[in-house]
């Protein structure tokens, strides 16, 4: 992989500039999300409210910084209530 980041690792200026694009992108707002570098590229932890969601995250970042090798591990939490009653023991 050739360009900036493809040989070395990211430095933690730009786990920030990530963490800050998404928090201050007012489409994607998302404050809950943690980047952390690792030895060839980034993962992406944290929750969101859908698939979608979680698609645009992960598409704002590789459109922003496509030499930059990302793990997504972006759950998508329940918003909706239970559908079914639960019993307890």
Known sequence: MTGP???A???EYL???IQS???EDPSVAEQGITVVRRERGLVIYGEVESPH???EILRRVAER???VPVTSDIGVIR???PS???ELP
């Open 21 to 23: 694009m998404l928090a």
């Open 15 to 17: 786990e920030a500039e």
């Open 65 to 67: 910084f496509p030499d």
């Open 9 to 11: 690792p990211p430095d």
């Open 84 to 86: 079914q009653v639960e």
């Open 79 to 81: 918003t909706q209530a």
């Open 53 to 55: 969601r979680r698609e």
């Open 5 to 7: 980041y493809g040989d």
